[in-house]
């Protein structure tokens, strides 16, 4: 339950959601396990709803897009925690700032996930869920007080560690689906 209320309040409220995520202090694998690949699962299943309401989706290109979506989230998490542990070295100096950094992911990845599970089970295509996404990097500024990173470097930090949660999702889908149109 305390990890439900973390989550809702990193979204409701990301002020007072990351104080409450600092001060729980959740270790990273118990909110990647727990919460991050249940939703990814979740989202998966999301991808069949459109066959409901849309007769021309079928069972398989469902299925594609269940594992191609699941899948791109997956992989954004891992390169995300590599790539920013790398150009930020003092967020990894620790095993609590490398938990940091890493719940400092997860959260915004499962803010990105809820909006694509909404974004599947609306018919249609839901336009404002593509408007809330840009809400992603409000909730990673207010987090930056969490990851102590030095005043210099934390505008800098926000713009590439919210472009890459928003933009590698996408370049991996768009990847994917090439991959697999070519075959």
Not at 73 to 89: A, E, K, R
Not at 166 to 182: D, T
Request: hydrophobic residues 55%; aromatic residues 14%; contains cysteine.
């Amino acid at each position: 339950m305390e990890l439900l209320k973390n989550i809702i309040l990193v979204i409701i409220s990301p002020k007072v959601g990351w104080e409450e995520v600092n001060h729980t202090s959740i270790p990273t694998a118990k909110v990647r396990n727990n919460a991050f690949y249940p939703l990814l699962a979740m989202l998966a299943v999301a991808c069949f709803v459109p066959m409901l309401y849309d007769k021309t989706i079928t069972f398989a290109h469902s299925l594609m897009t269940g594992i191609v979506m699941s899948s791109s989230y997956f992989i954004t998490y891992f390169i995300c925690s590599y790539l920013l542990g790398g150009f930020y070295p003092e967020l990894v100096k620790t095993q609590a700032a490398t938990g940091r950094l890493n719940d400092y992911i997860i959260y915004n990845l499962i803010f990105l996930v809820i909006l694509l599970i909404i974004r599947f089970v609306l018919p249609g295509m839901f336009t404002p869920i593509y408007f809330l996404m840009a809400y992603m990097p409000y909730i990673a500024f207010r987090d930056l007080e969490y990851l102590v990173l030095k005043k210099h470097k934390e505008g800098k930090f926000l713009v590439i560690s919210s472009a890459m949660m928003l933009l590698l999702p996408q370049i991996i889908i768009w990847l994917l689906n090439m991959i697999i149109n070519n075959h």
